[in-house]
């Protein structure tokens, strides 16, 4: 079974608009970290953000915000007032347990924010 | 610093031939990771070091991977012979903390085997 799932494959949306992309979790373990990674079209992944699962606290950074919920074991992203360079396809990554060091990422999804 | 840097950014290489992938970690971390990349399987851990010892090396395909770090700063990937369905990007990350914290990636070396 999918540790990660991003059910969104591919993802259009116009410029300056909102766009969230979803990542579901599934873990055992009461310990684990969750990480999204952008990936643009040059190919390197850049880490974005990191949460532990003792922290649900949502997070804005910029256009950029998190919503965590373990109700729902789900870590989606939204990127307010997209832009072109926001174009790219995005990971969710998780990695379990206090002694783990497996970083689990989902499929991705592409975003292309059309001018 | 610069990152984790990691060479060839591209090789092509003919089935059977020797490739050998580097990669440099940020230095002070103590975590380093190969992963590769495939439309088919997307990113998957090959192989991770911690303070240059192997760990866990259950995600390398075959005995026709292998993968060494003599040193903090440096590590490769060795493919021999290497084969078709070789051709992925591979990555190379390093982070301070394994799984606790960000791992921080190189810009990949596309790997095309002919």
């Known amino acids: 079974a999918q540790k990660v799932t991003q059910a969104q494959t591919e993802i259009s949306v116009v410029e300056k608009e909102d766009v969230t992309l979803d990542c579901v979790y599934e873990?055992?373990?009461?310990?684990?970290?969750l990480f999204w990674y952008k990936q643009p079209p040059s190919g390197e992944l850049v880490f974005l953000i990191r949460?532990?699962?003792?922290?649900?606290q949502n997070e804005i950074s910029g256009r950029y915000s998190w919503n965590f919920q373990k109700s729902t074991s789900s870590f989606n992203f939204t990127i307010t007032a997209s832009q072109v360079v926001d174009s790219a396809v995005y990971f969710c990554?998780?990695?379990?347990?206090?002694?783990?060091?497996?970083?689990?990422f989902g499929t991705g999804t592409r975003l292309t924010v059309i001018p | 610093d610069a990152g984790v840097i990691q060479s060839p950014r591209h090789e092509v290489t003919e089935m059977g031939q020797e490739v050998t992938l580097r990669c440099k970690p940020i230095?002070?971390?103590?975590?380093l990771f190969w992963y590769r990349q495939t439309m088919m399987r997307g990113l998957e851990l090959l192989i991770y070091?911690?303070?240059?010892?192997?760990?866990?090396d259950s995600g390398m395909p075959e005995d026709r991977f292998s993968a060494k770090m003599p040193n903090a700063s440096f590590s490769t990937l060795k493919i021999q012979p290497s084969e078709p369905r070789d051709s992925a990007v591979y990555f190379c990350?390093?982070?301070?903390?394994?799984?606790?914290?960000?791992?921080?990636f190189g810009q990949g070396t596309r790997l095309t085997v002919v």
């Open positions: 949460r532990n699962s003792f922290d649900e």
């Open positions: 230095s002070g971390h103590d975590y």
């Open positions: 990350a390093s982070s301070l903390g394994g799984g606790r914290t960000e791992a921080f």
């Open positions: 873990t055992r373990d009461t310990t684990y970290y």
């Open positions: 990554a998780l990695s379990e347990g206090d002694g783990a060091n497996n970083l689990f």
């Open positions: 070091f911690n303070n240059n010892v192997p760990i866990d």
